[in-house]
Structures are given as structure tokens and as C-alpha cells.
């Protein structure tokens, strides 16, 4: 047989075509098997030492005099005091719980736990995204390990809190629904500091709820409402069009079946409010319109408090459809209202009457780089007076007297993982004003 019919090749049947295809069909599931197994392995020891990094470096907060709540007979958490009453709004912790968001999940938690033990606010409300499981940037899915790593660090610091959810809390691609998680947060004998309510069956959202603040007299000086300002609408389910959603026609009803009803309580005295959710109300843009056509001066219908929009272009990631909330809030007592979502806005004004705020961002994760800055990073405090009077004011993180409470290997952390480490707390890139 000549050399060249040796170098003939052989033509192989269909079969074992077919055979060689799925050996390799194969191999790739085996590679792709491995990788997700090693995915798994290491987000499960990722989660494990978040909670050991929280277990070992926070302390509880040493508070003077804690008010403990009680659940009264209408089945929502009261605090009885005739003290000034203080919440601190936290909101976009951005916890991954991934391996690409380790560092970043652990400058969250201590930021969260410097604020608090400083503050030490009789309640804290976070205002949404307590979890971010985004794939390409924590490489996790699980919003469940975001969710019970915060409930942890919150009841390990012995605080009492609650929260709304934000769109990331549960987007569509996370294993866990908002039923899930608010199941979590409900558990009592895992975290009795948390004072979540999942709310009724019948109005739209998990987490439309309420807590009062009443003195020794039996009188109740604010009723805080929480609501589902929901994700997104349209069939917008992954964010690709940003089109947001608000809070619902029927949760509006609710909220005033439950100021009737407060009123009742109080003897036909209708009691203050603010609210708390995450998703800005669309007459937000109008505030920011109103005080940038004045110069930022104050006009009929604007008081300008503090703070900017500092999002690129100015933008303002409103509810797209407006169902009369802020009307409801005018014609009921709601003071003011307390949101979150866009992460470089900060701004506070009173429009018509109504303080409306954006909450200080705790973000590390979510913006490509925005954990080199930090002029935007902190919490909002609202005192309540013993009248039902409120003020409110932005704290930024990067203070002495914050700092000063900080494990020292977690200002290390910071300094590791800001290149620029003169913007810590000062110049934000983000911000076009």
C-alpha cells in the first residue's frame, strides 16, 4: 500500500459522527458543571465570611436608653416616648454576597455599623436594595444571602429596623420572590430587632405597613408608613427600558382606610406622617426643575433644604405613572417622604407644603467605580419632635466622628480600595454640578 493511502483519512460513519458530537456536548457540560460548582463553592464561602467579618468587627450599639416597641391591638409596632424620637434612613446597602463583591459587601456592612453605633437612632429604616445578586458584578444570584447577611449584621448591633423593598431586592432573575424574603425578615426568634411586615394579602407589594410613635399619654405624635414602591412596569422586568414603577392606586386606599383609623385612635386628631419607599415620586422632577429654573432660590411652591443631583445628566429614575400618591400625602398629614434608587442624588425640599428627600447612599457595588468616592455615601437623620414636628439632615460617612468607630483593619480596607484616595470623601466624578 503506497504512503499516500496510508494518509488517506478514513471516513467516519454517521455514528460515529454522532458519537464524537456528544463526547464533546459533554465535555462542555462537565467544564460548565465545574465552573458553576466552583462558583457556588466560593459565593458560599464568600457569604460565610461576610458574617464572620461582621461577627468579629461590629460591637452592639451601646445606646443610653433604648425604646423597646410593642405590638398593639391594631397589630402594628408602637414606641412610646416624650423625647425626640430618631430614625436614621439608610438605603442601596448593594450587597452581593458574591465573589466579585466580597471587599465591597464588607466596606457596606461597616459603613452601615459605624453610622449606627455613632447615631444610635431609635429606628432604622432602609429605604430598598438591600441586596444587588447582579451576576457580572457580584457573580451571585441568591438575594436571600444579601438579605439574611444584613439581618444579621442588624441584629447583631441590637438595633431596631425595618425596611421597603427596592427593585434589585428581588429582580426577576434572583432565586428568591419578595414572599421569600419577607419571610426572612419576619422570622422573629432569627432577628427580633426587625420590625418588617409583609402587610395585607389584599393590596398590591409586600411590606405596606405602618409603626406609630405615641407619648405616655396615649396620644400618637407620628405614624410612619412604609410601602412597596414595586420594580418595574410595562413589562420592563430586567430594567432594559428603566421604565419604574410607584406606588399603586389600591396601596393609596389602604393608607387611608389606616389614617381614618388613626385618627379614631388619636381621639379625631389626625396624626403627622412621612413615608418611606424606595423608587422617587414623579414630582420629584419637578422640585429639581423648579429649583434649577430659580437658581436653586426658593419659590412659591419649592423650599430648598440641602443637597443636589449629582446622577450623570441630571437624571431623576422616577415611577413613570403617578396614581395620586403625593395628592393623597397632602390631603392626609404626611409631612414628608423618604426614598432612595438613585444613588448620586441627595437632594431635600419641601414642595407644597410636603419634604421630599432623597436618602444618602451606602453603594459600593452598583456604579462601575463609585466605590473610589464617597461625597454622596452616608445616612439622612430625622428627628421627630414630641409635637409631631420633624427635621432632617444628611450625614456623610467620611467624618472623624465616624471613622473614629471603625475596626482599624476596615479603614485599611477603604484606603485598599480607593485608588484615589483624596475623594474619599471629597470631589464626586458622577457629578455633572
Not at 411 to 429: F, I, R, T, W
Request: hydrophobic fraction near 35%; charge should be negative.
Amino acid at each position: 500500500m503506497s504512503k499516500k493511502n496510508k494518509k488517506e483519512k478514513v471516513k467516519k460513519t454517521p455514528k460515529q459522527k454522532a458519537a464524537r458530537f456528544f463526547k464533546v456536548i459533554l465535555i462542555i457540560l462537565v467544564i460548565i458543571a465545574l465552573i458553576v460548582g466552583i462558583i457556588a463553592i466560593g459565593n458560599k464561602v464568600t457569604v460565610s465570611s461576610e458574617r464572620e467579618f461582621a461577627k468579629n468587627t461590629v460591637q452592639p450599639v451601646a445606646f443610653e436608653e433604648q425604646l423597646k416597641p410593642e405590638l398593639d391591638e391594631s397589630g402594628y409596632y408602637t414606641f412610646t416616648t416624650d423625647r425626640d424620637f430618631k430614625i436614621m434612613q439608610l438605603t442601596d446597602i448593594h450587597i452581593g454576597s458574591g465573589l466579585l463583591s466580597a471587599k465591597k459587601d464588607n466596606m457596606a456592612i461597616n459603613a452601615v455599623a459605624a453610622m449606627i453605633s455613632e447615631e444610635k437612632p431609635d429606628l432604622v429604616i432602609v429605604t430598598g436594595d438591600v441586596a444587588y445578586p447582579v451576576p457580572y458584578q457580584a457573580l451571585s444570584l441568591n438575594n436571600k444571602s444579601g438579605a439574611v447577611t444584613f439581618a444579621s449584621l442588624m441584629e447583631r448591633l441590637g438595633v431596631y429596623w425595618c425596611l421597603a423593598f427596592g427593585n434589585h431586592d428581588t429582580e426577576a432573575y434572583s432565586f428568591f420572590s419578595r414572599e421569600d424574603i419577607s419571610k426572612i425578615y419576619e422570622n422573629k426568634k432569627e432577628y427580633p430587632h426587625c420590625l418588617f411586615q409583609s402587610g395585607p394579602k389584599d393590596v398590591d407589594g409586600c411590606g405596606n405597613y405602618l409603626i406609630k410613635v405615641k407619648n405616655t399619654k396615649g396620644a400618637i405624635t407620628q405614624s410612619l408608613f412604609i410601602f412597596d414602591s414595586h420594580s418595574y412596569t410595562d413589562g420592563d422586568y430586567f430594567g432594559i427600558q428603566w421604565k419604574y414603577d410607584a406606588v399603586h392606586k389600591n396601596q393609596l386606599e389602604w393608607y387611608k382606610k389606616q389614617v381614618q383609623a388613626l385618627t379614631k385612635e388619636n381621639n379625631g386628631v389626625t396624626p403627622k406622617s412621612l413615608a418611606f419607599y424606595h423608587i422617587p415620586p414623579i414630582e420629584e422632577n419637578d422640585v429639581f426643575k423648579e429649583l434649577k429654573d430659580s437658581d436653586f432660590k426658593d419659590t412659591e411652591n419649592v423650599k430648598y433644604k440641602y443637597g443636589k443631583i449629582g446622577e450623570s445628566n441630571e437624571a431623576i429614575c422616577s415611577g413613570t405613572k403617578n396614581y395620586g400618591a403625593f395628592e393623597a400625602f397632602c390631603e392626609n398629614g404626611t409631612q414628608g417622604v423618604f426614598f432612595g434608587h438613585d444613588h448620586l442624588n441627595n437632594l431635600s425640599a419641601n414642595y407644597k407644603g410636603v419634604q421630599l428627600t432623597y436618602g444618602y447612599s451606602i453603594d459600593y457595588l452598583a456604579y462601575p467605580g463609585i466605590y473610589k468616592y464617597g461625597l454622596q455615601r452616608g445616612c439622612t437623620v430625622i428627628t421627630v419632635k414630641p409635637d409631631g414636628s420633624f427635621d432632617n439632615y444628611g450625614e456623610n460617612y467620611y467624618q472623624d466622628k465616624y471613622q473614629a468607630v471603625n475596626a482599624k483593619e476596615t479603614v485599611e480596607l477603604e484606603k485598599e480600595m480607593s485608588e484615589d484616595k483624596e475623594n474619599a470623601g471629597g470631589a464626586n466624578p458622577f457629578a455633572d454640578n
